[in-house]
T-cell receptor, first 110, second 111 residues
Framework: GQQVMQIPQYQHVQEGEDFTTYCNSSTTLSNIQWYKQRPGGHPVFLIQLVKSGEVKKQKRLTFQFGEAKKNSSLHITATQTTDVGTYFCAGVSGNTPLVFGKGTRLSVIA | SQTIHQWPATLVQPVGSPLSLECTVEGTSNPNLYWYRQAAGRGLQLLFYSVGIGQISSEVPQNLSASRPQDRQFILSSKKLLLSDSGFYLC??????????FGSGTRLTVV
């Protein structure tokens, strides 16, 4: 079945440093979504990418969808302590439910 | 606006006891509904999903079952809990376009 791999599993950064997490799918995706889960909380939808090569920005967050629609990345510029949490990518292929990656847990050291 | 309610927030149950977790959605009709489980520090595993009343698809054969008795109600059940059923259970909904909205989750500890 469809698999979504995400790296790295953990990332520790100093406040102000940049952070990137990468996502790869074993199949071509209809769209890819990104979620953030704060410690002790539930996943919260951040964004959806649909088009090949699409790039979207939300303040300090930049999301990219690969040309082949099989990979994606999330880049955070100048991390802040409020960015702490686990970031998940999740892919949709056809009419199937979302398949989540295992997430990247981000720690920010002040 | 749409809201999703999930309860209870935490639950401690003995091995062999039954389980019933309920999820309800307000402010929308005919949502797609999902049950996910998250083991400690791990990713999200899809357990069941439903695209309509009485329609349940199971992703992983295990000690759990799901039911959708009403359009906006999704129930996760077990007749006899196992230690391995411990985890963070999350209900989610979508209208088929855009992202999933998750409930606040139930932390289940089987002892």
């Amino acid at each position: 079945g469809q698999q979504v791999m995400q790296i790295p599993q953990y990332q520790h950064v100093q406040e102000g440093e940049d952070f990137t997490t990468y996502c790869n799918s074993s199949t071509t995706l209809s769209n890819i979504q990104w979620y953030k889960q704060r410690p002790g909380g539930h996943p919260v939808f951040l964004i959806q990418l649909v088009k090949s090569g699409e790039v979207k920005k939300q303040k300090r967050l930049t999301f990219q969808f690969g040309e082949a629609k099989k990979n994606s990345s999330l880049h955070i510029t100048a991390t802040q302590t409020t960015d702490v949490g686990t970031y998940f990518c999740a892919g949709v292929s056809g009419n199937t439910p979302l398949v989540f990656g295992k997430g990247t847990r981000l720690s920010v050291i002040a | 606006s749409q809201t999703i309610h999930q309860w209870p927030a935490t639950l401690v149950q003995p091995v062999g006891s039954p389980l019933s977790l309920e999820c309800t959605v307000e402010g929308t009709s005919n949502p797609n509904l999902y049950w996910y489980r998250q083991a400690a520090g791990r990713g999200l595993q899809l357990l069941f999903y439903s695209v309509g009343i009485g329609q349940i698809s199971s992703e992983v054969p295990q000690n759990l079952s799901a039911s959708r008795p009403q359009d906006r109600q999704f129930i996760l059940s077990s007749k006899k809990l196992l230690l391995s059923d411990s985890g963070f259970y999350l209900c989610a909904w979508t209208n088929g376009v855009g992202g999933y909205t998750f409930g606040s989750g139930t932390r289940l500890t089987v002892v």
